[in-house]
């Protein structure tokens, strides 16, 4: 059980510093988004072959790295989308009358470019992971994948806590897109999927413990974990933003839309 609890701190620690260090480098002045998109670029270079070289591994300090990796090269999609440079080809706020599969339509345009980025990159971490006796890295931005998915089209739809401020001044247009009420149809079955994928893994971790692949097990199932989390946060009063106001406090945010 001790593997499991230092798996689960382990992805708790890296996913907040991971995001608060995001959510830094994105309230950098506008002339220093280049630079700070150039060093994200050289940790990417070196995070794919740590991911390649891990998966031949099935130690547990492998699962570590894998997890690691591959969230490093999740960071990089997130920061380019949130910096502005990988959005989509559309760039301002629906027209009031705006509504239905039009205005569905129009949010889609707004992340097509992130939403291909992550495809791209992971079917990297998928490609070089292929038939690798560790495959934690897959496995990890699979779940950030279908936990980030999720999360989107519940803010489409509409939740309490939509997290607006989070958006730098040059992406405000992107909160036209959040719908706004208590709950909405789809926000239930996201949190039973979740759920249900935690339990499995959970299950798994269980099962797996005292043998190698434990680690790995446990890191998965604390992301999805962590996703559920946030998807709470979307329905509750507690503004989530908080959570790493510390790496914000210079932040100037746009106009409210």
């Known amino acids: ?30 002339s220093r ?5 150039i060093l994200a670029s050289v940790v990417l270079a070196a995070a794919l072959p740590v991911v390649a070289a891990s998966a031949t591994h099935r130690d547990p300090w492998a699962a570590y790295v894998a997890f690691g990796a591959a969230l490093l090269v999740w960071a990089w999609v997130e920061f380019a989308f949130l910096s502005g440079y990988v959005t989509g080809p559309r760039k301002h706020p629906c027209p ?14 707004t992340v097509l470019y992130h939403e291909m980025a992550l495809a791209a990159a992971g079917t990297i971490v998928f490609t070089i992971t292929q038939d690798a006796p560790n495959r934690v890295a897959a496995w990890t931005f699979a779940a950030l994948w279908c936990m980030r998915l999720s999360a989107k089209l519940n803010l489409f ?4 806590n939509r997290s ?3 958006l730098p001044a040059h992406l405000a247009y992107l909160g036209a897109f959040f719908g706004r009420r208590t ?8 949190i039973l999927a979740a759920a249900a994928a935690f339990a499995l893994l959970a299950a798994r971790c269980i099962a797996d413990t005292g043998t190698p692949r434990a680690a790995g097990s446990a890191l998965i199932a604390a992301l999805v974990a962590l996703g559920l989390l946030e998807h709470c946060f979307l329905v509750l ?12 406090r210079e932040t100037v945010r746009g106009p409210r839309i």
């Open 1 to 30: 059980m001790s593997t499991i609890a230092a798996a689960a701190l382990f992805a708790c620690a890296l996913w907040w510093s991971l995001t608060g260090a995001i959510l830094y480098l994105d309230a950098l002045p506008r």
């Open 33 to 37: 988004l280049p630079w700070a998109m």
């Open 96 to 109: 009031v009358d705006c509504t239905g599969l039009r205005h569905f339509a129009h949010a889609a345009e």
């Open 157 to 160: 739809l509409g939740v309490r």
């Open 164 to 166: 607006e401020q989070l």
């Open 183 to 190: 709950i909405n149809p789809l926000f239930p079955f996201s």
């Open 237 to 248: 009063p507690f503004p989530s933003e908080r959570l790493w106001s510390w790496y914000r």
